[in-house]
């Protein structure tokens, strides 16, 4: 029907059911016939919804698209959805000349009509139709304390579309591929992790309709804040998309991460094996010796399966797996618990015994999973399609790190080590700029700015706030333009945004809304005054945003400063609103999927919206702290046992471990002793650094205990306001505790 209906009109087979409705409905237009359509509202920014705008704008008058902010207009969906009126007409300049207007509702729609007598038709018709008309007869942006409409000609979202095209079409080219429609690219199911078969990403499916219109990012009109279109307006032309800057591609797509993507073991397992007898009970696949592993010439990976592999250490790199327990704006090779498998060489040219052993492990081995068929790994489609099955060396780091999905922090971490990541990320690295505008770009990035502006170029999962952006969204995101910088600006981007990489970089949400879990008290806190977040009252912040606005081309400090206060206002109130649907869709969920949250899930839940602070685990924690002069190894396991400072013979001694396998770690003195038994209580294994003194060990013990302290009455409080089951409570409770003492795993 649609073929019939509309032979020029291509919907890819990602694209939501309603797409197909719109053709098929609408042939039964007359010139001048209007068509209304309430759906999901992804289409106005999702490229499977480019086709259906050029679509729209070829053949109809875009008379308005409506959505609410207040309520959903269908309770139980779990989706943004809007209205969206057409008028069919064939007349290309009446097209063109038509202003769109794009309407956002503050109030529910009822209250907006206002009071009618119950039953009178006739008062509920003139009061929708006076509604109409107040929309229809706007002429420029209007908004009031229900409504904000938003006007724009129909020609400028027809010449924005032709822009991206362009943009697109060039990025086509860079990437090896051609301008031409690729079907095979697009209907590639969408792959999540590098644990999937297909070999298709339609995160590189740049897609053109047949018209040439590339798309545009209708959502914005609806959603941002007059910010966003003031500051536009007064400086578009010192924006810049960020495709036309970067080359923006996803990081690897292994096929199995399981196999390729394995957790590096080493020192964990040097530590507690620290002699060769005791190596050799290390369960091993392939044994190797102890004195190869200590030199650094063999490293010990844990794969997919649990098991455990000798592997030479130059066919391994740090892989960047994930951004969860990133806190800051940089990354180096130290905090990546993953490494990634680097073999460029061919099988016959292989000469290493570990790594050709590992090699045929996968050619042996299934890692089946619920995305994975149960094939060996060298079987799967994504693999068997590369020359050589097991080569990922293809890659190119980039410069810094774009996140496919974000929640309520604004992260960009520069690479400067030049790490490889996988598929969950995308590797940005400058194009076609100066060394010192290139230095400009990842502070331009952590800005506050675009931490905003990002939120209307990516699309939400449903009406929560998870916030997922796909490559063709990142290229048209528009940016300050770093080709403007001075050395100036620059001097003052930099010195900022290494305050930050120093620093946990929090959340932009409020921290009232953060520990808020019903409905009824989220909306009490919608009525109270904006307060802004911790990390919207940073200084080094504040610094950023300020050196952002001097390179828009502001140079009145007070103007600067006044936008940067608008700026922090309207990102609460974003990110506020943002909170607010999640809150009510999280506790709509156990009842509409008629199942209960486990301790885990209703962890998960509370560990997402809690303040970055208390997610930052002890060891991280600890290195911030002043005074560390003495480095220990705490046994990975075993229970501490401490004697105490009473006792005669073994006050400044802690053992770990029973039997001949009992460790001790010899401390200075009973305060030493005490710090360290504390901390292996708490989680703490591994390298730690200590302080010397007694004074300053009693100190940190006592900051480590009210710490710990904090920690459990502010989950505590999370998980009351959540559940009255007195044994989730306290399960969900302790899975918090141990997660902020030893940190998450993924």
Same mark, same amino acid.
């Given at each position: 029907l649609v073929t019939q209906a509309c032979p020029n009109l291509e919907l890819s087979k990602r694209a939501d059911l309603h797409c197909y409705f719109w053709p098929t409905a609408t042939r039964f237009l007359k010139e001048g016939g209007y068509f209304g359509?309430?759906?999901?509202s992804s289409w106005l920014d999702v490229e499977y919804g480019f086709a259906l705008q050029g679509w729209i704008l070829e053949n109809f008058k875009l008379v308005a698209v409506l959505e609410s902010l207040d309520e959903p207009w269908f309770e139980d969906a779990r989706v943004k959805t809007c209205v969206t009126i057409l008028q069919r007409c064939s007349n290309a300049d009446e097209r063109d000349a038509n202003l769109v207007k794009f309407a956002r509702f503050f109030r529910p729609v009822a209250e907006i009509l206002g009071e009618r007598p119950p039953g009178d038709e006739e008062a509920r018709q003139n009061a929708a139709d006076e509604l109409r008309k107040l929309i229809e007869r706007q002429k420029s942006d209007f908004s009031n304390d229900q409504l904000r409409v938003i006007v724009v000609e129909q020609r400028e979202l027809w010449r924005q579309g032709l822009e991206v095209a362009e943009l697109l079409k060039r990025k086509k080219k860079d990437l090896g591929g051609t301008a031409d429609h690729d079907k095979t690219d697009e209907e590639a199911e969408p792959v999540e992790d590098g644990d999937q078969d297909d070999a298709g990403s339609p995160d590189e499916a740049f897609t053109v309709s047949l018209n040439g219109y590339g798309g545009g990012k209708w959502g914005r009109y609806v959603r941002a804040p007059d910010l966003y279109? !003031?500051?536009?307006?007064?400086?578009?032309? =010192?924006?810049?998309?960020?495709? !036309?800057?970067? @080359?923006?591609?996803? /990081?690897? %797509?292994? /096929?199995c991460d399981a196999f390729f993507l394995p957790l590096d073991v080493t020192a964990q397992l040097l530590v507690e094996h620290p002699d060769a007898k005791s190596w050799k009970r290390v369960p091993l696949v392939i044994p190797c010796e102890r004195a190869d592993v200590a030199r650094g010439r063999i490293k010990i990976i844990q794969a997919g399966d649990k098991s455990l592999h000798p592997i030479e250490s130059k066919y391994l790199r740090p892989e960047v797996h994930s951004l969860m327990q990133v806190d800051r704006p940089v990354i180096k090779s130290g905090e990546c618990p993953r490494v990634i498998l680097f073999v460029n060489k061919p099988p016959e040219k292989l000469t290493d015994r570990f790594v050709k052993h590992y090699i045929h492990y996968g050619e042996t081995r299934t890692f089946s999973s619920k995305k994975s068929q149960a094939v060996p790994v060298h079987r799967r489609s994504t693999c068997a399609?590369?020359?050589?099955? #097991? @080569?990922? %060396? /293809? %890659?190119?780091p980039g410069a810094a790190f774009w996140p496919k999905t974000q929640k309520y922090r604004h992260i960009i971490p520069e690479n400067p080590e030049r790490l490889v990541c996988n598929c969950n990320l995308y590797d940005v690295m400058p194009l076609g700029l100066t060394k010192v505008q290139a230095a400009a770009l990842t502070p331009i990035l952590n800005s506050t700015l675009v931490g905003l502006f990002k939120s209307f170029y990516g699309r939400y999962a449903g009406v929560e706030g998870t916030l997922k952006t796909e490559v063709v969204d990142v290229n048209v995101l528009e940016i300050p333009d770093p080709r403007h910088i001075t050395p100036h600006v620059l001097s003052k981007l930099r010195a900022a945004l290494k305050s930050l990489q120093r620093r946990t970089v929090g959340h932009l949400v409020e921290e009232a809304f953060l520990g808020c879990h019903s409905s009824a008290r989220v909306r009490r806190l919608a009525e109270t005054p904006i307060e802004l977040p911790a990390e919207l009252q940073q200084s080094d912040r504040r610094a950023l945003d300020d050196a952002?606005?001097? &390179?828009?081309?502001?140079?009145?400090?007070? !103007?600067?400063?006044?936008?940067? @206060?608008?700026? #922090?206002?309207? *990102?609460? =109130? #974003? #990110? =506020?609103?943002?909170?607010?649907g999640d809150v009510q869709t999280t506790e709509n969920r156990p009842r509409n999927k008629a199942t209960k949250f486990t301790a885990h899930d209703l962890a998960e839940d509370i560990w997402d919206t809690c303040e970055a602070d208390l997610k930052t685990p002890?060891? %991280?924690? &600890?290195?911030?702290?002043?005074?560390? *002069?003495?480095?220990?190894t705490i046994p990975l396991e075993g229970r501490p046992q401490y004697h105490g400072p009473t006792d005669m013979f073994d006050a400044a001694n802690v053992y770990f471990g029973k039997g001949k396998e009992r460790v001790k770690v010899e401390c200075a003195h009973p305060e030493q002793a005490t710090l360290l038994a504390k901390l292996a209580s708490f989680g703490v294994r591994g390298q730690v650094g200590l302080p010397t003194a007694p004074a300053t060990c009693q100190e940190w013990s006592e900051s480590l205990s009210n710490r710990v302290a904090l920690a459990q009455g502010r989950f505590q409080q999370f998980v009351e306001a959540r559940t009255s089951v007195d044994k989730l409570r306290d399960q969900t409770t302790e899975l918090l505790v141990s997660w902020a003492t030893q940190g998450k795993g993924g």
């Open positions: 359509f309430l759906t999901s279109f !003031e500051l536009m307006r007064r400086f578009g032309k =010192r924006f810049v998309r960020l495709g !036309e800057i970067t @080359d923006i591609h996803r /990081g690897v %797509t292994s /096929g399609t590369r020359p050589v099955w #097991y @080569d990922l %060396t /293809g %890659t190119s952002v606005f001097e &390179l828009l081309g502001v140079s009145n400090v007070a !103007e600067r400063s006044r936008l940067i @206060d608008q700026l #922090y206002i309207e *990102t609460a =109130r #974003y #990110y =506020r609103t943002l909170r607010i002890l060891a %991280t924690w &600890l290195k911030a702290l002043p005074g560390a *002069t003495t480095q220990f």
